[in-house]
């Protein structure tokens, strides 16, 4: 285990409906990160939070919405979704981030299908 | 625009059998490189980081080298085992404004046979 649980881990949901994906870490990082991974596409960065604040949103639609209430919890609200967001969602934390020598650390990912 | 090119994409090798994946690069400014390694159904794992002055890493079987001129990587497992069937993610960090910026490679799908 890499120290950080992601839930659900699998989640089938409908176009009209909101959810909601969570992430925790243990290990005492100051930032977390949310990426998606779909089939055959690298890994592409969602959003940054460093000791709590918002610090990266790379042109991420508005119907994800992520929240960050402490360092150590991350959330992914989701609302109106499209079949083209079907994907595998990685939550990582690292000591900071802005330094890539900080290895970040992944949890094992929501696999969420829209139908 | 910064890219990670991995080759080849996927590869079916037999238990016991040495394997090398590539990875190439147009990341600048280089600051490291990092190997992945992603189960199915998981998050991917460090397995190897490399910086600017480093040609080459060792992590039990796996050995890492970076070529920072021509800007290529290798990871090279020996004698492999059913559980080395993977993904294998080159990561590269580059220096930006503000902290360090990562760039994903798609990944090489090592699947190993008996």
């Known amino acids: 285990e890499t120290g950080v649980t992601q839930t659900p881990r699998h989640l089938v949901m409908g176009m009209t409906n909101k959810k909601s994906l969570k992430c925790e870490q243990h290990?005492?990082?100051?930032?977390m990160y949310w990426y998606k991974q779909s089939a055959k596409k690298p890994l592409e960065l969602m959003f940054v939070?460093?000791?709590?604040?918002?610090?990266e949103n790379n042109s991420v639609p508005s119907r994800f919405s992520p929240e960050c209430p402490n360092s150590s919890h991350l959330f992914l609200h989701l609302h109106t979704l499209q079949p083209e967001d079907s994907a595998l969602y990685l939550c990582?934390?690292?000591?900071?981030?802005?330094?890539?020598?900080?290895?970040?650390?992944f949890g094992p990912g929501t696999r969420l299908t829209v139908l | 625009k910064n890219q990670v090119e991995q080759s080849p994409q996927s590869l079916i090798i037999l238990e016991g059998k040495n394997c090398t994946l590539q990875?190439?690069?147009?990341?600048?400014?280089?600051?490291?490189l990092r190997w992945y390694k992603q189960d199915t159904g998981r998050g991917p794992v460090s397995l190897t980081i490399?910086?600017?002055?480093?040609n080459t890493k060792s992590n039990g079987r796996y050995t890492a080298t970076l070529d920072a001129d021509t800007k290529q990587s290798s990871l090279h497992i020996t004698a492999s085992q059913l559980s080395d069937s993977a993904s294998y993610i080159c990561?590269?960090?580059?220096?930006?404004?503000?902290?360090?910026?990562?760039?994903f490679g798609t990944g090489t799908q090592l699947k190993v046979e008996l």
């Open positions: 990561v590269v960090s580059e220096i930006a404004g503000g902290g360090n910026k990562l760039t």
């Open positions: 290990l005492g990082h100051n930032a």
């Open positions: 490399m910086t600017f002055s480093e």
């Open positions: 939070y460093n000791f709590k604040e918002q610090t």
């Open positions: 990875c190439n690069y147009t990341v600048s400014p280089f600051s490291n």
């Open positions: 990582a934390s690292s000591r900071r981030s802005g330094s890539g020598g900080n290895e970040q650390f």
